[in-house]
Each structure stands twice: as structure tokens, then as C-alpha cells.
């Protein structure tokens, strides 16, 4: 995936903005390796407020298990960068929030804190619908931290336009 500059960061934020306004949606983030750059990208568009509810950071074990419920037995059994993680986070987005949309990420953004299993660049994005079931999408992203997180927002914002 080519590294997306702002001005295309934008541009998938407006399709995701156009969207979930035509369906009459919310949007809610749970963000661990990308720091709030997806909700800071979806809140740069006027208007957004029509669709964005809110965004929860959760760098910690502890905030991804007080803010969205995640079991600390998925964190001991498969760690925070994982499928079964990332679908905990983004139901408990759900749960946590007014929204009737939500997509979470968590990953190695790096340079440090890879390993053989997980290198960095090993990211899980989870999307999810009020009601509906999580579907989560493992990715492999190169380049340094920026080029890793820029990868990761526009990936999550894609699959919500996507549908």
C-alpha cells in the first residue's frame, strides 16, 4: 500500500462522512498504534459532528480493558495485537458509546516492540455495526512509525467506506 498523504487521509474521511450521513450513522474509534489519528482525521472534516459520536485511545492493557471490556485472559492468551483483541475493542466501542458503527486497530507501530511473530508493521483493524458481527482484517504494513500509522488510519477508514 503506497503511503496516503493528507489531502487523501481527507478525502477517505469525506467518503466515510458522506456515508454514514446517508444512512443516518455514528461513527465510534477505539485506538490503540494509531494515538487518535483516526478520530483527529474524521473530526477534521466540517461537518462531522453530523456522524462522528467519539474516540477512545487505549494504549494500555488496563484502558483497553476498562474502556471497552476487553478480558485480560485475551490479553494474556493472545496479546493486544490480535484478531481476538481487536474484535473485543470494537464491540466494546459499541457498547461504550452511542454509535451504530465502529472500527478499531491495534499493532506494532514501531521501531521497537516487534518480534518474529509480530513484527512491526503487524497491525489488526476490526470493524463493526450495531447488531451486526465484528470482521477483522490482519494487515502487514512497511515503512517507519508515521508510514505504519498513516497506513493503519487509512485502512480503517477505507473498510467503513467500504461498508
Known sequence: MPIPTDTELDQLARDVGDRLRA??????????????WIAKTVTGISGSSDWFDCGMVV??????QAMLGVRPQ?????????????????????????ASVAVAVTGIAGPGGGSPDKPV???W????????????ELFHFDGDRDAVRRQTVAAALAGIAEG
Request: proline content about 0%; some cysteine; hydrophobic content about 35%.
Open 23 to 36: 444512512g443516518h450513522e455514528m461513527l465510534a474509534t477505539a485506538e490503540s498504534c494509531t494515538g487518535g
Open 59 to 64: 494504549y494500555s492493557y488496563e484502558a483497553k
Open 74 to 98: 485475551t490479553l494474556e492468551e493472545h496479546g493486544a495485537v490480535s484478531r481476538e483483541c481487536v474484535v473485543e475493542m470494537v464491540s466494546g466501542a459499541l457498547v461504550k458509546s452511542g
Open 121 to 123: 508493521g503487524t497491525v
Open 125 to 136: 483493524i476490526g470493524w463493526k455495526r450495531r447488531g451486526g458481527y465484528a470482521r477483522a
